[in-house]
């Protein structure tokens, strides 16, 4: 079973690490193992969701999804994305900047370290609004309760999280502006790149998340539908329509799907740049990742095990929030790309770890989880 699930991931995985090595020898293998491990960790509650959602769907749907959406997520913002960014922020064209990676690395080297900050600002802001709105939401289980309980009593405040990373994105452009004229003002105008590419990646996360929601609610209604034609039909003794009801519906889980893939990949893509900004091991890293991802949602599917390890998605938007700070302050100060990584495996083996000692203390106790108040949803 696990084989038949994850065997391509397999495979991927040895093809990425020896295409890693000769690419750029053993240092590279090791920077792709971290950005594979890193977009695993920062997906996983992705796979969850997406589990759930997949699992509703018939046979041909799932297999669209695993086929057209492997292509999508795997080349598409795996591969492609980074290249985009690359090539707005430092203002070249694509084919240019595929171009300088492969041939003119020092070149493109300079280019993105050019762009850093409005990469930065503009990732930073993404990922810190997704943190915020994960820990300002309440939720019957808690993983540090000391510290999620009061902060998703501040959560019920319309607007904070909003509120929060505007005032962050200010002292952030500020603190950069102070920086650049202390050292003569040449680069003063980066405290205004900062601000508005900051600015942008707020508006992205808004308009990702909106989008989610639409196609959320077009599911849930489209699904109430389908369960009164499906009672009139037992009623009346008449038959549904197989396309009415793999219809509509089935397409807006997709269309739904599609876009929580995509702004979930948003965080592990931009999280890269916090680790390396060469975009064949970013594309490399990123795209086994992203197969694991994809298995791990065919596994949870099967075994139906989706709620064995609660923490896991709250280790997963710790390290998103780590990863906006971290980003936010290379800005200004360089950080060690291998910390960077270190960071978010640490706290996804740290929920992980606390799931399984929840798991084990519910069983001792005789109990699912089920109805568990917050209080015992501690991980610590």
Known sequence: MLLKTFGWSFVITAIGLALAVLYDGW?????????????????????????GILKKMNAFWQKIFLTIGVLIAVFGMRLLFPVV???????????????LALNDADRYQQLVTDAHP????????????????????????????????????????????????????????????THAHQHGGAHVDKAQTVLISGIAGLITYLVVGGLS??????????EEREHEAEEEAKRTGSKVSAVAMAGKAAFFMFLYLEVLDASFSFDGVIGA???????????????????????????????????????????AHYAIGALAVILLVTIQYEINEVITGLVGVILIAWSFFSSVRRNRRLAAAGGDGAGEPAEVGSGV
């Open 273 to 315: 740049f916090a680790i390396t900004n060469d975009i064949v091991l970013m594309a490399l890293g990123l795209g086994i990742g992203a197969m694991y991802v994809r298995s791990l949602t065919v596994y949870l599917v099967r075994q139906g095990t989706l709620d064995d390890y609660v923490y896991l998605e709250h280790g």
């Open 118 to 177: 409005s990469i930065a600002a503009f990732g930073g802001m993404f990922l810190l609004m997704i943190f915020l709105d994960f820990i300002f939401e309440d939720r019957d289980i808690k993983w540090l309760a000391w510290l999620e309980r009061p902060l998703a009593k501040l959560g019920k405040i319309d607007m904070l999280s909003v509120c929060i990373a505007m005032i962050v994105l200010l002292v952030a452009s500020m603190t950069f502006a």
């Open 213 to 222: 929601g639409y196609f959320e609610n077009r599911l849930e209604e489209d």
């Open 27 to 51: 240092t590279a293998l090791g920077v792709v193992a971290i950005l594979a491990v890193l977009e695993i960790s920062l997906s996983f509650d992705n796979a969850v969701v997406n589990a």
């Open 85 to 99: 960014i690359v090539a707005i922020s430092a203002k070249v064209g694509p084919i240019d900047a595929v171009d």
